[in-house]
């Protein structure tokens, strides 16, 4: 199949992967009515078009949490990454690197912390789940900090999992999910031989290695669901704000009370984001939540934002309504899923071109640039 734009990949993921692990990734929460506007909405916002401003030598980088980015853009935490690519967070993490940009190593990834870090030239970011289970917690920061880790997402937007109902038909959970699972693997042999045969264990590395033993797919819903933490409050957090002494993301941010609280309990950026549309359907796309809450953080820290963005444009889009830089989360699995680290990387360079492009017909030479007088309605 022919790629000529970021959103091919998803496509090309389709037809390569079992079905159960193509619904895990593309689909969202209840009737994904968030998820679908996460991404319209995004898409509806209209950039005023500039002309003869001379802009040349653009300049996308951006400096975030005393790191350099090639482009304002973070491969965002997402859990079994390595069942869509063999070790598949080792070659994300490597298409991220050689394009300059953060890889997140998600808590619930295949590959463990020690197996990622060292495949990349440059600190990878860790995010960790507010879990019961502390020690748990403890353990993994001490071991992303010895791996070289620096910034630390903590997502905060999974006190419970929200329901995704696609889930149960495509065989991921429900009825004779397993006997499943094995079929539409071998009526997927191009990912069985990859992934199925040649990319094990799958397991999940980080939590495996806790535990000291051996995780499969069903423990890791079953380790899962037992380890939410419905009672957590900003309170809890502390110790982690006292233990780390890096940069501390908050994720999962979506109202402008929220964002301040943030600021109060002292972290240096918070991610916008629903969860990509996986957690409360129904709740505002992250393209309406980003304006206030920029506007109530006044640049006192970082603000990111996620669910949504699927190619180059959308990130100008995105730093125009007050972002500073975007995380990507199903973008990068179609494409890691369709042509592993190769696919990441030209995904990456896709986004590149388009954000050039929309740069140089807006008058925007550098990142900076990107403000809320280049949205049409402002004109
Ligand atoms: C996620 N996301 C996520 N977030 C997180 O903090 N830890 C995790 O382990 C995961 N796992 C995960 C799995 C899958 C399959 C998806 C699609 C997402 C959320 C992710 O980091 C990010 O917020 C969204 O993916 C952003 O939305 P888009 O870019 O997918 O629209």
Known sequence: MIISSPGDFREAARRKLPP????????????????????????????RQRVLKGSEDLDLSVDLFGEKLSLPVVLAPVGLTGMYARRGEVQAAKAAASRGVPFTLSTVSV?????????????????LYVLRDRGFMKSVLERAKAAGVKTLVFTVDMPVPG???????????????????????MT??????????????????????????????????GWLAGNFDPSISWKDLEWI?????GPMIIKGILDPEDAKDALTFGADGIVVSNHGGRQLDGVLSTATALPPIAEAVQGRMKVLMDSGVRNG????????LGADAVLI???????????????????????????RVAMTLTGAKSVADIDRSMLAEHA
């Open 20 to 47: 159960f692990l193509f619904h895990y990734i593309d689909g969202g929460a209840y009737a994904e009515r968030t998820l679908g506007r996460n991404v319209s909405d995004l898409a509806d916002i209209a950039l």
């Open 111 to 127: 590959c463990p912390i020690e197996e990622v870090a060292p495949a990349i030239d440059r600190p990878m970011w860790f995010q």
């Open 163 to 185: 329901a995704r109902y696609r889930d149960a038909h495509s065989g991921m959970s429900g009825p004779n999910a397993e006997i499943r699972r094995m079929v539409q693997a």
């Open 188 to 221: 997927h042999p191009a990912w069985a031989w990859d992934v199925g045969l040649r990319g094990t264990p799958h397991d999940l590395g980080n939590v495996s290695a806790y535990l000291g033993k051996p995780t499969g797919l069903a423990d890791y819903i």
């Open 241 to 245: 704000r006292d233990a780390w002494d």
């Open 313 to 320: 444009l959308d990130v100008v889009r995105a730093l125009a």
């Open 329 to 355: 989360g199903r973008a990068f699995v179609y494409a890691l899923a369709a042509h592993g680290q190769a696919g990441v990387a030209q995904l990456l360079d896709l986004f590149e071109k388009e954000m």
